[in-house]
């Protein structure tokens, strides 16, 4: 079993920055990492992703050139630093984990094995 415990999630105005953590609660593992939002009344998107036995990510072209994905293995973590942050970028924030050697499906929800609860951003303008 994979937990995920997102942190790091709040309130800022446009332009800000904030860091997302998600703590695995795994030792190692072969996952692809993901993180995914929901704003109201839309669908869950895809906004990155890395593959935890490599250097491989991957990126939601909404989010290109503003955010960052890393993990520190050592510490279980994977992390999602949001910069330039726009009032679009408000959302409900996921962390996710699919039990895979790659991430050729990084974008799909229902690919991922275990989720975390979430953490909210706002962005104000």
């Known amino acids: 079993q994979v937990q995920l415990v997102e942190s790091g999630g709040g309130s800022v105005q446009a332009g800000g920055s904030l860091r997302l953590c998600a703590a695995t609660g795994y030792r190692k593992i072969s996952a692809c990492m993901g993180w995914f939002r929901q704003a109201p009344g839309k669908e869950l998107q895809g906004v990155a992703s890395?593959?935890?036995?490599?250097?491989?990510?991957y990126y939601a072209d909404s989010v290109k050139g503003r955010f960052t994905i890393s993990q520190d293995n050592a510490k279980n973590t994977v992390y999602l630093q949001m910069n330039t942050l726009k009032p679009e970028d408000t959302a409900m924030y996921y962390c996710a984990a699919a039990l895979s050697l790659h991430c050729s499906s990084w974008y799909t929800p229902g690919w991922y094995n275990y989720w975390g609860q979430g953490t909210q951003v706002t962005v104000s303008s």
């Open positions: 890395i593959y935890t036995g490599g250097s491989s990510v």
